[in-house]
């Protein structure tokens, strides 16, 4: 009998990453991959890629698992159903929230979510957290003690009555963030604007989903794009604003990038995919498809592709917030015919992020291949500490891996998705590609239809402190770049 080289040989496929597309088998051993290249000696187990496209994991750096939502419902979706179906479509590593709720310990909060996970995941996951009471204890002595155990990013909100911040905490944390090396992702709408077309929408009895859309009005998300950029220009760190869905807020990043700012954006699939005329369908079935910021018109669908094309965006993630909708604790938690405001806000998404990104994306040429690996694996790898263990086939690195068929036409439909909802908003979508085969450390997770992953297998990931969040050492107000002089005794530092 022939000893084997490797574990397991991917052997005859495309292999592409962020960077490449090359014609390589892949070796595997120990769950890593350790081998690239054409004609590897056997391994124990093989695998034909003849035909298929061979790509890094999905990374879903955005998604809401197991997650009491501020506004009272809980979202579908736990750590096995949320892992089982991102691993059905491609995704190998999933981020989601570690979500703090005013007057918690973060600590609490972390050890509970670890909880929600343990015993269920099939794929490999970190935590970011949720920051919505940044007490002095909490930036003082929880935050940093969290960061140096691998919880190195984290969001927070300027709107929802639960969880913003006014802009003086926002600095709070921006500050500690910079200090401490972290990541801070934004939800960037503003509240006192959509608090405002709110009651005067629904005081004019407009209260239906598709006026969910108009109370979240794009000018209330550019103008707190603005702001969070504002915010971190003076504390001098790289933030990452969230779900961006408008041409409107694009312009703001777009401008702070152009004038040299080191900011990260992120869009997501229901930006692309989904419209405001879709909260306008019948009865209440708009409910299904609010979410924060909402899916505006097909001008500014338009501008994202666009915006993914061109680099305004950094990653694309699923921003998977599901909430059931024939179900009192999910869409209808305040009824059938409920007003806008007391909608469950979320669409899911981690199942169909990245064939639809694929299909309409690469298949169409609008985007490369290697943009599509940027985007949904080695960017939020990256963003996140996770690379380069997650995000790429690279020697050393996880074989975390999708075999995808990029000739597979698959007509989307809540059948055939396996997350835990009773909907899907993508209902009669068709696509070309799939992921057939996905490998979480070398296991097959998913092959052929077929759950082949073990809940509880998937293991937490301690994030790095992510290069990409450090400080551009820039000079902030009132101190001149040229002369050298750094003195910023509002961040804790002063130096000549
Ligand atoms: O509507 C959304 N996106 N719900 C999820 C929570 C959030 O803000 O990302
Ligand atoms: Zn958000
Ligand atoms: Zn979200």
Redesign the pocket.
Known sequence: MTQADYDLVIRGGTVATAADTVACDVGIRDGRVVALAEGLGPGAQEIDAAGKLVLPGGVDS?C?IDQP?SMGATTADDFRSGSISAACGGTTCIIPFAAQHRGQSLRAVVEDYHGRARGKAVIDYAFHLIVSDPTEQVLGQELPALIKDGYTSF?I?MT?DALKLGDRQVLDVLAAARREGAMVMV?AENHDVIAWLTERLIGAGRSAPQFHAVAHAAQAEREATHRAITLAEIVDLPILI??VSARAAMEEIRAAKARGLRLYAETCPQYLFLTAADLDREGFEGAKY????PPRDAANQEHVWRGLESGVFDVFSS?H?PYRYDDPEGKQMHGKGAPFNRIA???PGLEIRLPMLFSAGVGTGRISLNRFVDLCCTRPAKLYGLYPRKGSIAVGGDADIAIWDPERRVTISRDMLHDNLDYTPYEGHVVTGWPVTTLSRGTVVWDDGAVLGEPGRGEFLRCDLPAAAHPLGRRVHGFAPESGDYDAPWLGESET
């Open positions: 955005h809401h939502s969001k909100y929802y939800h969230v779900h609010v979410c924060s910021p921003d917030a806000n979320g669409v």
